[in-house]
């Protein structure tokens, strides 16, 4: 397929009495640019509706948000876990099941990358300042196009690595949780100086999985790395099939 169709699975949040879905235009664009078409999934649909939006996607992509409720990898809520949407904990570890099973690519960010691993079996650290603590702000006050802290690919970083072309670089940060136990065919490829697991791949190189700590469709306009990550998805889903083929 020429123009890819990305999946964007959505937040879910209530205004008063309304409950309402909600995705940062920055992902949108992001895709765009990259030549890919996003199509927006709403968590709460029906089976029907979300199997047929999934059989319209050439690959998945999971963004930022809040929390996913602890009980998803048998832990107790600490008290700085917060903005859980169970709904959306559901919808997003569905589709990933559906996107493994049909070996969809999938990007996942922020929150993402928290959710693609709890739903491969893997747990998170519920708040990096208190668990495990260290000396690299992961919540940054400047502005989402501005890196504050450095990465460094690991050995094992073979998808991460063809697509960064470089062993360090510069990322912003806006997260209090982070990958602790890779799930099932997971490996931590990137970490902060802090020890902090900055990205996640599948170690079947068939595969495009990635997961990503940072926000890269923040920074696509000033930094090449960030770029190449959504460009890599697209070229990627070029490859992907869909359930209807079209
Ligand atoms: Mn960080």
């Not at 205004?15 to 709460?44: C, D, H």
Request: hydrophobic fraction near 35%; glycine fraction near 10%.
């Amino acid at each position: 397929v020429n123009a890819p169709v990305i999946g964007i699975a959505t937040g879910i949040y209530n205004q008063g009495s309304e409950e309402r879905i909600s995705v940062s235009t920055s992902y949108l664009s992001a895709v765009e640019t990259a030549g890919g078409v996003p199509l927006i999934l709403p968590p709460g649909l029906d089976k029907r509706s979300t199997d047929g939006l999934f059989s319209r996607i050439n690959g998945l992509l999971l963004i930022g948000g809040g929390d996913v409720d602890p009980a998803r990898y048998g832990e107790k809520r600490h008290e700085k876990t917060g903005d859980v949407y169970p709904v959306r904990d559901e919808h997003e570890i569905g589709m990933v099941a559906r996107a493994m099973a049909a070996n969809r690519p999938i990007m996942a960010i922020c929150r993402g990358i928290q959710v693609l691993n709890v739903a491969l079996g893997g747990s998170l650290h519920q708040d990096l300042p208190s668990d495990p603590g260290g000396p690299i702000r992961h919540s940054q006050k400047e502005p989402g196009k501005q890196a504050t802290h450095r990465i460094v690919l690991s050995p094992d970083a073979v998808r991460l690595f063809s697509i960064l072309g470089a062993r360090e670089i510069m990322v912003n940060s806006f997260h209090h949780q982070a990958v602790k136990r890779p799930g099932d065919g997971l490996q931590a490829v990137a970490h902060s100086d802090d020890g902090v697991i900055e990205a996640v791949e599948s170690k079947d190189k068939d595969r495009f999985v990635l997961g990503v700590q940072w926000h890269p469709e923040l920074m696509v306009t000033d930094d090449p790395h960030a770029r190449a990550l959504f460009s890599a998805l697209v070229s990627s889903c070029r490859k992907s099939g869909t359930a209807t083929d079209y």
